[in-house]
């Protein structure tokens, strides 16, 4: 056996060869092409994933167009191509902390210094332009996370969402007050309930809150 040492950063090239070979057929493997510290094309050729399941990990759109143009498009060799079973990348998430959006011409940061526009937002609108610059390139998954024909009927939130009486803002018991208590549901996920209209305002514009689906996510009491 080969005693010598590999050098920082390539000692597991070979493990990883190894792995993909005795891998079954019906494991998706990872494609990294993005931020790690081993980038798929450090180690393989596009030709070693031809032929199965590949989930892109990370990178932009435009890296990740690249790869999938590499594992898919014919070869003089008539390879099969790989089959592209999703993609993620975080990018997105922290752009949008210093202000800014992705589009297909790059970095956009004019939301930088606009005091209405949150960091849910800006991921909302790099989504939106992602989505828009994958239709562009003719790749889209063609069904829908539902059914289309089946109409969705969104229920707003009920005092009996509350998984505790204090107010989101004062601490109040919300069920002492003379009216019950108002309830939101933000696309946080979370339900807070507030004793009165005005401290639902007062949290929802001091934390920048969206609500889940418009006025129908809150309960006013009558």
């Given at each position: 056996m080969d005693d010598t040492v590999s050098p920082p950063g390539q000692k597991s090239v070979e493990k990883q060869f190894c792995l993909k070979d005795v891998i079954s057929e019906d494991i998706t493997l990872g494609?990294?092409?993005?931020?790690?510290?081993?980038?798929?094309?450090?180690?393989?050729?596009?030709?070693?994933?031809?032929?199965?399941?590949?989930?892109i990990l990370g990178g932009s759109p435009r890296k990740q167009l690249h790869a999938i143009e590499q594992l898919t498009w014919p070869t003089l060799a008539g390879d099969p191509p790989a089959q592209i079973v999703g993609i993620d990348w975080n990018g997105l998430h922290r752009g949008a902390q210093f202000g800014e959006f992705w589009t297909a011409d790059g970095w956009d940061a004019s939301g930088r210094d606009a005091d209405h526009v949150t960091v849910r937002k800006l991921v909302r609108h790099s989504l939106g332009q992602i989505k828009a610059f994958w239709q562009a390139h003719g790749i889209w998954p063609e069904t829908e996370p539902h059914d289309q024909s089946v109409p969705l009927q969104?229920?707003?939130?009920?005092?009996?969402?509350?998984?505790?009486?204090?107010?989101?803002?004062?601490?109040?018991?919300?069920?002492?007050?003379?009216?019950?208590p108002?309830?939101?549901?933000?696309?946080?996920?979370?339900?807070?309930?507030?004793?009165?209209h005005d401290c639902y305002f007062e949290h929802?514009?001091?934390?920048?809150?969206?609500?889940?689906?418009?006025?129908?996510?809150?309960?006013?009491?009558?």
């Open positions: 494609y990294s092409c993005g931020a790690a510290d081993l980038l798929a094309h450090e180690f393989s050729d596009p030709a070693d994933w031809r032929g199965r399941r590949v989930h969104y229920e707003g939130p009920t005092p009996s969402d509350l998984e505790s009486a204090a107010c989101a803002v004062c601490e109040a018991n919300v069920w002492t007050t003379n009216r019950g108002a309830v939101a549901e933000y696309d946080t996920g979370e339900v807070c309930g507030y004793c009165s929802r514009t001091q934390n920048r809150l969206e609500e889940a689906v418009d006025e129908r996510s809150v309960f006013i009491p009558p």
